[in-house]
T-cell receptor, first 113, second 115 residues
Framework: SQQGEEDPQALSIQEGENATMNCSYK?????LQWYRQNSGRGLVHLIL?????REKHSGRLRVTLDTSKKSSSLLITASRAADTASYFC?????????????FGQGTRLTINP | DAGITQSPRHKVTETGTPVTLRCHQT?????MYWYRQDPGHGLRLIHY???????DKGEVSDGYSVSRSKTEDFLLTLESATSSQTSVYFC??????????????FGEGSRLTVL
């Protein structure tokens, strides 16, 4: 079962613009995480926001979480060509300390120079 | 990069043959995971381990088994491969000795094709 649904599925913007990706989910969570995947590579963790947090920043990244609406957003400011990648949200439940992540299908972001 | 090595990185096999994928970590992380990634499905959890000899099923465990005889190695076995198991398989780790922050570190993936 797919927990996270991401929107849009694909996004193409000009370098320097901001990119916003949205994620919705269905059940209660311990935390929500965002990952990036470059073509043909493994996933790289970007940011984790806990269920009792509403907003978090890391460099050019800003993540929000609205547990009442079961949704999250990832904002990348001042985009660069190197930001071109697929971005995935993942909702986490913690079982015996393990982070059981359920991933969305991802947003494919293209930054045009 | 986290010290995670997946092997083999690419494999082509025939339906009905057994296949074992290996994940080796040098980070001494407690938790290890196997995911598969398919177009239109994102990543789905197959099995995970919360310690040596301690494993549990994930979302898509049918047709797969795992073993973890030591901290650093987590093996994924397809007893009799089927074409529906053609996929890219990712190993991940989490939970450093100090408890960790909850993030997963992923390997580079193993691309399996079952003919």
């Amino acid at each position: 079962s797919q927990q996270g649904e991401e929107d849009p599925q694909a996004l193409s913007i000009q370098e320097g613009e901001n990119a916003t990706m949205n994620c919705s989910y269905k059940t209660s969570i311990n935390n929500l995480q965002w990952y990036r995947q470059n073509s043909g590579r493994g996933l790289v963790h970007l940011i984790l926001i806990r269920s009792n947090e509403r907003e978090k920043h890391s460099g050019r990244l800003r993540v929000t979480l609205d547990t009442s609406k079961k949704s999250s957003s990832l904002l990348i400011t001042a985009s660069r060509a190197a930001d071109t990648a697929s971005y995935f949200c993942a909702t986490a439940s913690v079982i015996q300390g393990a982070q059981k992540l359920v991933f969305g299908q991802g947003t494919r972001l293209t930054i045009n120079p | 990069d986290a010290g995670i090595t997946q092997s083999p990185r690419h494999k082509v096999t025939e339906t009905g043959t057994p296949v074992t994928l290996r994940c080796h970590q040098t980070e001494n992380h407690r938790y290890m995971y196997w995911y598969r990634q398919d177009p239109g499905h994102g990543l789905r959890l197959i099995h995970y381990s919360y310690g040596v000899k301690d494993t549990d099923k994930g979302e898509v465990s049918d047709g797969y088994s795992v073993s973890r005889s030591k901290t650093e190695d987590f093996l994924l076995t397809l007893e009799s491969a089927t074409s529906s198991q053609t996929s890219v398989y990712f190993c991940a780790i989490s939970g450093s000795a100090g408890g960790g922050t909850g993030e997963l570190f992923f390997g580079e993936g193993s691309r399996l094709t079952v003919l």
